[in-house]
């Protein structure tokens, strides 16, 4: 999001906005959409214990000796060995992923873990000293080859599904949609991995994939509301609303769940908006928006994309694999459909979405609103939707051409005086900030880039987005890489700015 006196520029009738951590929507859809997919509604209580494996198990714990934590699941009590346990968070609320930013600083929204007994033993495990041990897993390979009994297979599955949840924590999820991908050739009917693959596709914007993937699934589990839950989120993504609010209305058949009937809701919302916009494709957009007079505007946006597209691509050196969908509408269908503050425009919720009422070619404003939005898109992906709002924004600024100059003097009069919420606050949505900070913060975020860029170099930057995805504690990845804890990364900011503008 961008407020109305972003740094560097006037005051604007067109404002662009992004869907940040903590907001009031999606961190990325489809993740808004499945969020209900594995947490139980109803749960009255629940504790997360964190295992060393980079598993974690959500359970009422009742009681922890020197050898053992125990837990409720349902109506039995398990345990589970102290040594592999990492950490305990106990909570009077049941986990469920959130349609924060927020969450993915700490995990990767995941099924929930597979049965325990797996892991009863060390030597059960196949990743030690924080690494997947490969021979454990070859030999669990060649033991289903050997003698393909059920209790291989299983010892199979448990060890890919753990080896790709690490992967998946380490930032490297299309290792682990590989992990899965080579289990389920050994144990094709499995139901967790099959669900775990198809979350992860769904995660990771294959969307394609993905529906190849999960409709066979769903012959093979009709009574499963997760597989067309899966589904109607990558119909979704896809803009095949038709195809989305269908799945997802039967897995509202099979089980009852407010928050997809929300999401039904919003589906057909936008399917009375934009069902009969007119459409257009490039390799690698999905443009929606009203025909007529809008066409030429239309053409003109997708020239504009593409050549964003080709230069975010250089500058952090990555290459979105998906369809990125785009949706241009008249002002009062965006705020009907968006659901924004009035302070922003454009968001990006997993499409970019823009108000483009009054518009006939592309304006200069325009192409900085486009370049902004689909920064974060190319962020989302790399970062696997973990990057600290400042970062997003600040970095989202710098690729559409913005500077601090316009509030430099009061950037650096504020940061000098400290009455700026510190960058490790400014990690979460701006949008419950006092709206007299709005600005500002967007300007210090915006600052915090400047100085990695003329610092360090801009191709620092991009090697900052790709590690977040594998540490997104940012203070930890400061202290890894540049050797600066958050507060004297605030420090240099400030003195940085103090320098520029005076204070």
Avoid at 97 to 114: I, N
Avoid at 372 to 393: A, D, K, Y
Wanted: net charge negative.
């Amino acid at each position: 999001m961008i407020s109305a006196s972003m740094p560097g520029r006037p005051q604007l009738n067109l404002l662009t906005g992004f869907l940040p951590r903590g907001g009031w929507s999606s961190r990325a859809l489809p993740t808004f959409f499945l969020l209900a997919i594995f947490a139980a509604p109803g749960a009255t209580r629940a504790d997360v214990i964190y295992l060393k494996n980079g598993r974690k198990v959500v359970a009422e714990v009742t009681r922890e000796d020197e050898k053992s934590v125990f837990f409720v699941r349902g109506d039995d009590e398990f345990s589970i060995p102290r040594t592999l346990v990492e950490r305990i968070e106990r909570s009077g609320f049941p986990p469920a992923e959130t349609s924060s930013d927020t969450d993915a600083t700490d995990d990767l929204p995941m099924p929930p873990p597979p049965e325990i007994e797996a892991y009863a033993e060390d030597d059960e495990t196949v990743v030690k000293e924080d690494a997947i041990d490969e021979a454990a897993l070859l030999g669990l390979d060649n033991e289903v080859l050997r003698n393909p009994s059920a209790e291989n297979r299983h010892r199979l599955a448990q060890g890919y599904q753990e080896a790709a949840v690490f992967l998946t924590r380490k930032g490297d999820a299309e290792g682990a949609i590989a992990r899965y991908r080579h289990a389920l050739r050994f144990v094709p009917n499995d139901m967790a991995l099959t669900l775990s693959l198809g979350y992860l596709l769904v995660k990771q914007h294959h969307h394609n994939e993905a529906i190849e993937f999960l409709l066979p699934a769903a012959t093979r589990y009709p009574k499963s509301p997760d597989i067309p839950m899966l589904l109607g989120s990558a119909y979704y993504a896809s803009e095949n609303l038709d195809r989305a609010i269908a799945e997802w209305n039967k897995a509202l058949a099979i089980r009852d769940n407010p928050r997809l009937r929300e999401a039904v809701e919003r589906a057909e919302k936008e399917r009375g908006v934009a069902g009969s916009y007119q459409e257009l494709r490039t390799q690698h957009f999905l443009l929606r928006f009203e025909g007529g007079e809008s066409s030429a505007l239309g053409q003109q946006v997708l020239r504009t994309l593409e050549g964003a597209f080709q230069e975010l691509q250089r500058d952090l050196d990555f290459y979105p694999r998906e369809t990125i969908v785009v949706l241009l509408y008249p002002q009062e269908a965006f705020r009907d459909i968006a659901r924004s503050p009035s302070w922003v425009g454009a968001v990006n919720d997993g499409k970019i979405r823009v108000p483009v009422s009054g518009l006939s070619s592309v304006t200069l404003e325009l192409a900085r609103v486009l370049k902004h939005e689909l920064t974060h898109s190319f962020v989302r992906q790399i970062t696997m939707g973990r990057c600290p709002t400042w970062f997003n924004e600040g970095l989202a600024q710098l690729e559409e051409g913005a500077t601090t100059a316009g509030l430099g003097t009061q950037l650096a009069r504020a940061m000098a005086e400290g009455r700026l919420p510190p960058f490790a606050s400014l990690e979460a949505s701006f949008i419950e900030l006092p709206s007299d900070q709005v600005a500002l913060a967007y300007a210090k975020s915006l600052a915090g880039l400047e100085f990695l860029r003329e610092t360090y170099g801009p191709g620092e930057i991009p090697r900052l987005l790709k590690s977040i995805s594998a540490n997104p504690d940012f203070n930890s990845l400061l202290q890894d890489r540049l050797r600066l804890s958050y507060p004297a990364f605030e420090q240099e900011v400030a003195r940085y700015i103090v320098k520029r503008y005076g204070s």
